[in-house]
């Protein structure tokens, strides 16, 4: 047996290569799973972005030098086990490398998931060592995996934003500015906002993108970048950049004298987004680099866990019926198998290319025909 990778640069994201190399014997207490399938977003490409400050190039760690795998969410069915807990054949979701096949350590399970505990991963954020064993996840359904790899992540980081600000008072704002609002963690987050009340939601997005924001619903107001004038200069707000983008940031900073915060969340704007100096000479407020980590620790701890988990899964089963809506789906899946078209479908969400109702699911395992 073998295991498939897509490696990337570190310093170079654009340049990509496969790697297959012989699976090692598992240990006591070890499972190698399958990887069935992930989804592949900008998010995705922020993780890499941040691999080295945020430490996402270490939980799939690469044998080769300068190269890495870039951490993706998506389902995998468990094809050998070592571990008593575990059974041949369970489907789990979570956290992957961009590869047919990983292995995991399970430890502290329970019904419903369990904790990856290589020793590697000790030190790395909690939320990212869970795996959610599907026959027992409240947000799992067979019909919607490709929903859930490629929105799930995000729009848990998009309630934890909404979370966020309310638990702040919106920093005394009444306005909030979304950038990339073609994004799907953006529209997440106005979903969530939209519904609070006296909170006026605007999408900042590029003119091609102008009629897909408009139709989601969840924006008040969508405005192109070149139109920022448009948006009075002293309205109390809050900017939420999605897009990395250091001229937009500048810009919204230059104008807005009344910006009583700005949160930046991730990026298509690589080479901005990862650049030291971001916040050098940035009128206004320094922009923050929102971590969700951080706010679901907080909210688990004053809520507890099982809280915390209904509110969420309350507010995913509410967004998921609004994006399925026959009469107006927001999102549909297109499936990219094998490693030629994983590149390929890589290169393309790198470049912020492509319809933003489309969802790249991709797979290096090799699929059986599909029907």
């Known amino acids: ?29 070890q499972v190698r799973v399958r990887v069935d399938s992930f989804a592949l977003t900008s998010n995705n490409i922020t993780y890499a972005a941040f691999g080295d400050a945020m430490s996402y190039w270490q939980f799939f760690p690469s044998a080769e030098e300068g190269w890495g795998s870039i951490p993706v969410w998506g389902f995998a069915s468990v094809v050998q086990s070592l571990h008593p807990g575990v059974a041949v054949g369970e489907r789990l979701y979570g956290y992957w490398p961009m590869a047919s096949s990983a292995v995991l350590a399970p430890g502290r399970l329970s019904p419903e998931r369990f904790t990856d505990v290589a020793p590697h991963r000790a030190e790395l ?5 869970q795996y959610f064993r599907c ?16 929105l799930r992540p995000l729009f848990i980081t ?23 609002a073609s994004s799907k963690t953006a529209y997440g987050t106005a979903f969530q906002l939209h519904q609070r009340k006296g909170i006026e939601v605007i999408g900042l997005t590029s003119p091609a993108n102008v009629d897909f924001c408009r139709s989601l619903g969840c924006y008040h ?53 990862a650049s030291k100096g971001a916040n050098k000479d940035l009128a206004g407020p320094r922009a923050t680099l929102f971590f ?11 809520w507890g866990p099982e809280e915390f988990g209904r509110r969420m899964v309350a507010a995913w089963h509410n967004f998921l019926a609004t994006v399925t809506d026959a009469s107006n ?20 969400v790198l470049a912020g290319k492509g319809d933003p109702r489309t969802g790249h699911i991709l797979s290096l395992y090799k699929q059986p025909a599909r029907l």
């Open 221 to 273: 107001r969508v405005v192109t970048y070149d139109a920022l004038d448009s948006i009075a200069a002293d309205t109390a707000c809050v900017y939420v950049d999605f897009a990395g983008n250091g001229g937009l940031r500048n810009a919204i900073h230059e104008r807005f004298a009344n910006l009583k915060y700005s949160c930046s969340i991730g990026g298509t704007h690589v080479e901005q987004l």
């Open 1 to 29: 047996m073998s295991t498939t990778s897509l490696l990337i640069r570190k310093d170079q994201l654009a340049t990509t290569r496969l790697h297959t190399a012989t699976d090692q014997p598992l240990a006591d207490g």
């Open 125 to 129: 954020p909690a939320v990212y060592n």
């Open 292 to 302: 969700a980590p951080a706010q679901i620790k907080k909210r688990t701890t004053e």
């Open 329 to 348: 789906p927001w999102l549909h899946a297109e499936h990219h198998d094998g490693g030629d078209a994983v590149q390929a479908a890589y290169a393309q």
């Open 135 to 150: 026959n027992a996840d409240p947000l799992y359904t067979t019909d919607t995996e490709d929903l859930q790899a490629l």
């Open 158 to 180: 998009s309630w934890l934003i909404d979370d966020f600000m309310a638990d702040n008072d919106f920093f005394g704002a009444n306005t909030m500015l979304l950038s990339s």
